[in-house]
């Protein structure tokens, strides 16, 4: 099993949900994570990464971890200082589409989106409300191109797209697509040799629906026109994504195994969970396990079955532990005070 791993954790894509998945291999595995300094939830995002954002990083003695996860915006130079060279890189993609409708209702406070009232009307003059100078112009314009390290306002000429995409590809080992999650962790647990357990997982940070809305035609087209160099690696990825899956594992077995990891994921749901799945926030009993709730999302959570004993509860209540909490359990036993 590949225990180096780089994941870029790209906004509103499933991230949160693949991080659990990584937090969980770490954890099992006692691998070592690159940690904000002082334990904080994101790599001095939105500056570009650098090594010295790492706790316990020193340029002196060039101490690797086995995985960084947490949110950055991409500089390979500098993530190289801070994984083995053998790491494999990777990370998820959403459609630019959702994306947007979804960064729209989490980030509702971002400059470009305080004066409108709707997406629609966003989208009908974003040069209105959208500048270039505002420190999170990135949640309103090409989010994606923003975290792989890329300049959101970047000219989309055919020419520098293709940079772009080859750049990407030189530097990451492959690229999930959210829309397609299970294949996509079939794919992963292909890539990194791991076995069927280590990849199942229940959604994490998934927003109720009453807070989503369908965009009518003419706004989607407009979004993508805006978003312009998002979709470009969106459409890219998503075709090279099933060539690799063609090549890796071939469709007639990409099927078994999707089976067998839903099959799986619904087996630990009625032995882990109360009721059949998710519920709003203010109906998960146990405070630890509640989600942080942001912007105008109402992020979902679980509750676990009472009377779980043991080995049993620990492993369900890995899987529905939202990112923070067990970000910060994992630093503290990493980073524990050394005894007198």
Not at 98 to 109: A, D
Not at 254 to 263: N, P, Q, S
Not at 282 to 296: A, F, V, W, Y
Request: proline residues 6%; aromatic residues 12%.
């Amino acid at each position: 099993p590949k225990t180096d791993i780089v994941f870029l954790k790209v906004h509103k894509s499933a991230s949160s949900t693949v991080m659990n998945i990584l937090f969980r291999f770490g954890e099992t595995h006692n691998l070592t994570f690159a940690f904000p300094l002082g334990g904080g939830f994101q790599l001095s995002y939105p500056h570009h990464f650098l090594a010295r954002f790492v706790q316990g990083f020193s340029p002196q003695s060039p101490r690797r971890f086995n995985i960084l996860c947490h949110h950055m915006r991409f500089l390979q130079p500098e993530v190289q200082k801070v994984v083995p060279s053998s790491a494999v890189y990777f990370s998820i993609l959403r459609n630019p589409v959702q994306l947007m409708e979804s960064s729209f209702v989490y980030y509702r406070g971002a400059s470009a989106f305080a004066r409108v009232r709707s997406l629609e009307q966003f989208l009908g003059q974003p040069q209105r409300y959208y500048s270039p100078a505002s420190g999170d112009r990135h949640y309103a314009r090409n989010l994606i191109t923003f975290d792989f390290g890329f300049n959101p306002d970047g000219d989309a000429s055919p020419e520098r797209v293709q940079l772009m995409l080859k750049a990407i590809e030189a530097s990451f080992d492959f690229l999930l697509i959210s829309e397609y999650f299970d294949e996509s962790m079939v794919l992963l647990k292909e890539m990194l040799c791991w076995d069927l357990d280590s990849v199942v997982s229940f959604p994490l940070n998934t927003r109720d629906s009453s807070t989503k809305s369908p965009l009518p035609a003419s706004a989607v087209e407009k979004l993508k026109a805006w978003n312009r160099l998002d979709w470009e690696i969106y459409t890219h990825f998503n075709r090279t994504f099933w060539e690799r899956i063609e090549r890796a594992i071939g469709r007639e077995r990409l099927r078994r195994e999707v089976r067998a990891l839903r099959a799986r994921r619904a087996e630990l749901a009625r032995t882990c969970l109360q009721g059949t799945g998710s519920v709003a926030p203010k109906d998960i009993k146990d405070s630890s396990l509640r989600p942080l709730q942001h912007g105008g999302a109402r992020i979902l959570g679980y509750n676990l079955k009472q009377g779980l004993e043991g080995e049993l509860e620990r492993t369900c209540r890995r899987l529905v532990t939202p990112e923070l909490q067990y970000s910060s359990i994992l630093y503290k036993k990493q980073f524990a005070p050394q005894p007198p």
